[in-house]
């Protein structure tokens, strides 16, 4: 991907900067976002967090999604927590608008903000000039009831002998994300399945984007406790409350990793031994996705949350980083 840098590479005037702190689970976003907010603090300027963790959206959705407490969130305002119930569905569109218009709104008030979090497809959204094709709903019933009936695994075949590049970005077990890429196939448009926009121009002037990594051989063993950790705090008790508002019926929600094995432990369909293998398994490949995802990010400033000093990284992002500006 290109954008061309501002002619001066740091907003002399004290324009409010879109910061993006993006990465796989588990690799620090969180407290490095923080740490930012309040380094940009110090430095005289104002910050606010918007999450694009898609499953921190929920409502309730809070020892499986990591999120973190409002008694932990240091006085920085944060944006877009807990904004749907479990019931809702979580759409990238609708949450572009959205995430969009609280980046403004933002601004409005003289802050800069940071867009935390690790849904790739989410923040590509926010981030750049990503149009979204249109929907046919009689042709998407029509494929539900087909993925209903015969599973994901009958029409990923079709969508991998339609698109191939979209079939292989997509979860062949995601049978939300390929009704959609096959309903935009069959009204003739080319499905971003998925996929960022070739040669994609930035939605914001002003934007740093800070990619959190953590050396694969030290992060799977951080994943793995962090599952085990998950359920000893309370997973399954916090899913059984959940049930009970919905969760089950939740096209997004109820999928979610670590809350559908939650789900099927509590129905009696496996062990808590079990269900916890496969989240540490399904965990360790949503963070692989994630990482292919933001490496094709280009401007991205890659850094280990452990031992990044966020004052540091501030000063150099503000004075001298580059500025990526969609005006290009």
Same mark, same amino acid.
């Given at each position: 991907?290109?954008?061309?840098?501002?002619?001066?590479?740091?907003?002399?005037?004290?324009?409010?900067?879109?910061?993006?702190?993006?990465?796989?689970?588990?690799?620090?976003?969180?407290?490095?976002?923080?740490?930012?907010?309040?380094?940009?603090?110090? *430095?005289?300027?104002?910050?606010?967090?918007?999450?694009?963790?898609?499953?921190?959206?929920?409502?309730?959705?809070?020892?499986?999604?990591?999120?973190?407490?409002? =008694?932990?969130?240091?006085?920085?305002?944060?944006?877009?927590?807990?904004?749907?119930?479990?019931?809702?569905?979580?759409?990238?569109?609708?949450?572009?608008?959205?995430?969009?218009?609280?980046?403004?709104?933002?601004?409005?008030?003289?802050?800069?903000?940071?867009?935390?979090?690790?849904?790739?497809?989410?923040?590509?959204?926010?981030?750049?000039?990503?149009?979204?094709?249109?929907?046919?709903?009689?042709?998407?019933?029509?494929?539900?009831?087909?993925?209903?009936?015969?599973?994901?695994?009958?029409?990923?075949?079709?969508?991998?002998?339609?698109?191939?590049?979209?079939?292989?970005?997509?979860?062949?077990?995601?049978?939300?994300?390929? +009704?959609?890429?096959?309903? +935009?196939?069959?009204?003739?448009?080319?499905?971003?399945?998925?996929?960022?926009?070739?040669?994609?121009?930035?939605?914001?002037?002003?934007?740093?984007?800070?990619?959190?990594?953590?050396?694969?051989?030290?992060?799977?063993?951080?994943?793995?406790?962090?599952?085990?950790?998950?359920?000893?705090?309370?997973?399954?008790?916090?899913?059984?409350?959940? *049930?009970?508002?919905?969760?089950?019926?939740?096209?997004?929600?109820?999928?979610?990793?670590?809350?559908?094995?939650?789900?099927?432990?509590?129905?009696?369909?496996?062990?808590?031994?079990?269900?916890?293998?496969?989240?540490?398994?399904? =965990?360790?490949?949503?963070?692989?996705?994630?990482?292919?995802?933001?490496?094709?990010?280009?401007?991205?400033?890659?850094?280990?949350?452990?031992?990044?000093?966020?004052?540091?990284? +501030?000063?150099?992002?503000?004075?001298?980083?580059?500025?990526?500006?969609?005006?290009?």
């Amino acid at each position: 991907m290109t954008a061309a840098p501002a002619p001066d590479s740091a907003p002399a005037d004290g324009a409010p900067i879109l910061w993006a702190v993006l990465g796989a689970t588990g690799t620090g976003k969180t407290g490095l976002s923080l740490d930012l907010a309040e380094a940009l603090v110090a *430095r005289g300027r104002s910050a606010e967090i918007v999450n694009v963790d898609a499953m921190q959206l929920y409502r309730g959705m809070d020892i499986g999604t990591a999120k973190i407490p409002e =008694t932990e969130r240091r006085g920085i305002p944060h944006h877009l927590f807990d904004a749907l119930e479990v019931t809702q569905e979580a759409a990238v569109a609708w949450y572009q608008e959205v995430a969009r218009r609280t980046i403004e709104e933002i601004r409005g008030r003289g802050a800069d903000a940071i867009l935390v979090g690790g849904s790739g497809l989410y923040a590509s959204s926010v981030l750049f000039d990503f149009r979204f094709p249109p929907r046919d709903e009689r042709l998407r019933a029509s494929l539900e009831d087909e993925l209903e009936r015969h599973g994901a695994g009958h029409l990923f075949a079709r969508l991998r002998a339609a698109d191939p590049a979209a079939a292989e970005r997509i979860d062949a077990r995601n049978g939300r994300r390929i +009704v959609r890429a096959l309903e +935009v196939l069959a009204q003739g448009g080319r499905t971003h399945g998925g996929a960022l926009p070739e040669a994609p121009e930035h939605w914001s002037p002003r934007t740093r984007i800070i990619g959190t990594a953590v050396p694969r051989d030290e992060l799977v063993p951080l994943l793995d406790a962090r599952v085990e950790r998950m359920w000893a705090a309370g997973l399954v008790d916090e899913v059984a409350v959940l *049930r009970q508002q919905g969760l089950e019926r939740g096209a997004t929600a109820g999928r979610a990793i670590g809350y559908a094995q939650a789900l099927a432990q509590l129905r009696g369909d496996t062990s808590e031994e079990e269900a916890i293998a496969e989240t540490q398994a399904l =965990t360790r490949r949503y963070a692989r996705r994630q990482v292919s995802w933001f490496k094709r990010y280009d401007d991205v400033r890659w850094v280990d949350p452990r031992t990044t000093d966020a004052g540091a990284l +501030v000063d150099s992002a503000v004075a001298g980083g580059p500025v990526l500006d969609a005006r290009g």
